[in-house]
């Protein structure tokens, strides 16, 4: 939030020509930034599970091998 308000504060009021601060703007760098706050640290948990699920199924492969 607090990049977002200065992102906008620094386009209003360092001479852009023709640029005002709209709150709009401040909630749609909000939510930009959580989203991709959200992607990034999510992505090592989707690695993790990923990583469960391949041993867990190889395991049962090979114990289903084992069987037969």
Do not use: C, N, W
């Amino acid at each position: 939030v607090l990049i977002s308000i200065f992102d906008e504060a620094i386009q209003t009021y360092a001479l852009v020509e023709g640029r005002t601060g709209e709150i709009k703007d401040i909630l749609i760098s909000t939510i930009a930034v959580l989203l991709t706050s959200l992607i990034v640290y999510t992505m090592p948990v989707i690695g993790e599970l990923e990583m469960a699920l391949k041993h867990k199924f190889e395991r049962e492969l090979a114990d289903h091998r084992r069987k037969k």
